[in-house]
């Protein structure tokens, strides 16, 4: 069965979330970019995946449609690990990190779509795994003001989530949370790099009676594994980092660091879901948990949801606290009582809905 076409489908998605507006690259953050991919063979199949593409969707369109997916077009889409390998090998001139990953990241996912409708299995169970029923966990967004934190807080705590993710990177919107939340709820924190060391060791001990679940990405630049390792030795706290980290070979240097205690693969990024699985391999081996990043709702959505199904333990979903005016899979990116229902459908286990790829369809 071989590839007969590979499309890059840009869309623009209006969302709210309930706070004050978001600055991200001087613009106010409103839509969030997706790139699908999509792969359709010479026996009609069709596997579906996503590139990140957070404010970067032309780049990455012109990835995939320009240098990606011709590389991967007559090729069996039973020989994806080495396809795969393939294209790192012939696009590592264009770097190891960022938009290139993202395509191949893309691409990797929409074939092991394929693999599960192949098998007519849903990704998870071809994995080994089976659980039909994830952990949630609210991840907020950033508000900077501390009323509007425990507002937030207590909303995602009404529709039942008992974890809750702040982006914040000062003490006090951490303390209204926690004040929000009491003290049975685990409260993670995610200062997204914007800290120095020497300011990461001035706030963190600020922290410590807000007892933090786990601290996520603390230090400028985030390959700061020796700082993130200093962090957690020094003031015990637990730390979180990797979805900034692109392949297998990037984490294996942090966790050479004993930089953290949860790793952070984020399946849109990473290199998709055969880097993701390496990671995770490694991840064991270390004594390091899996907590993967997964702030879309596209097809690394769902493949994020099977890959958790797959795995042992209790791992907690990442959901993207915020309401989209289109949703690709309806209401089943909405957990409910925090809990995320999984697809059973083969592959990733629900396909897109063609209205809202027509709807909210831009030109890269």
């Given at each position: 069965?071989?590839?007969?076409q590979?499309?890059a489908i840009?869309l ?5 979330h ?10 106010d953050?409103?839509?969030l970019d997706?790139?699908l ?7 009609g ?5 996503e ?12 990835m ?6 011709p590389?991967v ?8 690990a ?8 012939q696009?590592h001139?264009?770097?190891r990190?960022?938009?290139?990953m993202?395509?191949?990241s893309?691409i990797?996912i929409?074939l ?7 098998a007519?299995?849903p990704?998870g169970?071809?994995l ?17 003001d501390p ?8 909303h995602?705590?009404e529709?039942g ?10 003490v ?14 685990a409260?993670?924190?995610?200062v ?6 020497l300011?990461a ?24 594994f ?17 979805e ?19 790793a952070?693969p ?7 879901v055969s880097e ?9 081996t270390?004594?390091v948990?899996?907590?993967?990043h ?7 959505f ?5 890959l ?19 949703s ?6 909405d ?10 459908g ?8 063609p209205?809202v ?5 831009v030109?890269?």
């Amino acid at each position: 069965m071989q590839i007969s076409q590979v499309d890059a489908i840009p869309l623009s998605i209006p969302f709210t979330h309930g706070g004050p507006s978001i600055a991200w690259v001087g613009n106010d953050w409103k839509a969030l970019d997706v790139v699908l991919v999509r792969i359709e063979t010479d026996e009609g199949l069709v596997g579906w995946g996503e590139a990140f593409s957070y404010n970067c969707r032309r780049a990455v369109t012109a990835m995939v449609e320009d240098v990606a997916g011709p590389l991967v077009l007559g090729k069996d889409v039973h020989d994806r690990a080495a396809l795969v390998h393939s294209l790192q090998v012939q696009m590592h001139l264009w770097g190891r990190y960022g938009v290139s990953m993202f395509a191949i990241s893309g691409i990797d996912i929409a074939l092991w779509d394929l693999a599960g409708k192949i098998a007519g299995q849903p990704l998870g169970q071809l994995l080994g795994g089976g659980k039909t029923k994830l952990p949630a966990y609210a991840s907020l967004l950033k508000y900077q003001d501390p009323e509007v934190v425990a507002e937030r807080t207590g909303h995602a705590l009404e529709q039942g989530y008992r974890l809750i993710k702040l982006h914040e990177s000062t003490v006090q919107p951490v303390r209204a949370a926690r004040e929000a939340a009491g003290d049975e709820v685990a409260i993670m924190l995610d200062v997204n790099c914007a800290w120095s060391p020497l300011e990461a060791a001035a706030i963190v001990p600020q922290l410590a009676e807000y007892r933090l679940h786990w601290l996520e990405e603390p230090v400028w630049p985030p390959e700061n594994f020796q700082c993130l390792a200093e962090l957690r030795d020094a003031y015990g706290v637990p730390t979180a980092s990797g979805e900034n980290a692109c392949t297998a070979w990037q984490f294996q240097s942090m966790f050479d660091f004993n930089a953290v205690d949860y790793a952070q693969p984020s399946v849109t990024k990473v290199g998709g879901v055969s880097e993701f699985l390496k990671v995770a391999a490694i991840a064991e081996t270390g004594n390091v948990a899996i907590a993967p990043h997964s702030p879309y709702f596209g097809p690394g959505f769902l493949a994020t949801a099977q890959l958790i199904s797959a795995m042992p333990g209790e791992v907690p979903f990442e959901r993207f606290y915020m309401d989209l005016e289109g949703s690709l899979y309806g209401s089943a990116i909405d957990p409910v009582d925090g809990e995320l229902e999984v697809p059973q459908g083969a592959g990733l286990g629900l396909e897109p809905d063609p209205g809202v790829i027509r709807d909210f369809r831009v030109k890269a």
